[in-house]
């Protein structure tokens, strides 16, 4: 009997080991410091308003490059580029992770795109 309870003592004790580095943030670049979300659908419907300036966005990563150095960033329908290779980053392959990135919102080619500064993944 005293070995099943401690079988069972130990099961468990691995299992929480285990779990709990699910929960576990990574952080890449800067740390994001804006906790305010700009949805993405916003950038994309009024991208004038938010050229130039600093926001941050939340979504899963849909795309990403083979280097990690830019990614698309969605937010139910919407997508947004993601560049941090100007911040001097890359991020390891993430692919359908949730994140949030704080950066600077830029309009090329008649499309937003975010340079980031600051990534977290969930």
């Known amino acids: 009997m005293r070995k099943i309870y401690g079988l069972a003592i130990f099961v468990m004790v691995i299992g929480i080991i285990i779990s709990s580095g699910c929960g576990r943030v990574e952080t890449y670049g800067d740390r ?3 906790r305010n ?3 993405i659908n916003d950038i994309i419907s009024d991208q004038g308003r938010y050229d130039g300036k600093d926001v941050t966005v939340k979504g899963k990563i849909d795309i990403e490059c083979g280097t990690g150095c ?3 960033l969605k937010e139910g329908a919407a997508t947004l580029y993601i560049d941090i290779e100007p911040a001097g ?3 390891p392959q993430k692919v359908g992770r949730n994140a949030v990135v704080e950066g ?3 309009v090329v080619e008649g499309k937003p795109r975010l340079t980031g500064k600051a990534v977290e993944i969930r």
Do not use: G
């Open 32 to 34: 994001v410091m804006n």
């Open 37 to 39: 979300m700009t949805p």
């Open 70 to 72: 830019w990614f698309i």
């Open 89 to 91: 980053f890359a991020i």
């Open 104 to 106: 600077v919102i830029s």
